[in-house]
């Protein structure tokens, strides 16, 4: 018991080397784990996987600028390497209920609004029963 224990935790040095190249870290762990003596020196000296790694940071929020195709943070507003600046989206026209007497029956008719994007509560008719 004690030898899996310390083979699954020898695993982890070349999974976490692989990771950093751009590899998958359990596929690494699981090698890692069977024959540490070979994992370790091939996690050591296999190349760089650039698209793994740019996938991975993708993965995780990051975002490619579209002008130099650099790797820059989710939130940036300006890329750091060539100054491509984003705009954000936003639009200013919302959907807003018709507030005029209109029968049960008919469905309500959506109105087009020039105000900040928010959506308004359809109001409550107290003659009709709650379900």
């Not at 995780?60 to 989206?89: H, L």
Request: hydrophobic residues 40%.
């Amino acid at each position: 018991m004690r030898i899996l224990v310390i083979g699954a935790l020898l695993g982890l040095l070349p999974a976490s080397i692989a990771r950093r190249k751009g590899y998958g870290f359990g596929i690494w762990w699981l090698y890692g784990t069977a024959c540490f003596l070979v994992a370790l020196p091939h996690s050591l000296i296999m190349k760089v996987n650039q698209a793994g790694i740019e996938a991975r940071q993708l993965d995780e929020g990051m975002k490619k600028c579209p002008s130099c195709a650099e790797i820059v943070q989710g939130e940036a507003t300006k890329c750091r390497f060539c100054g491509y600046e984003w705009v954000p989206i936003t639009s200013s026209w919302t959907i807003v209920q018709e507030s005029s007497n209109r029968s049960p029956e008919s469905p309500p008719t959506p109105v087009l609004a020039k105000e900040p994007l928010a959506l308004e509560p359809r109001p409550e008719d107290p003659s009709e029963p709650r379900s």
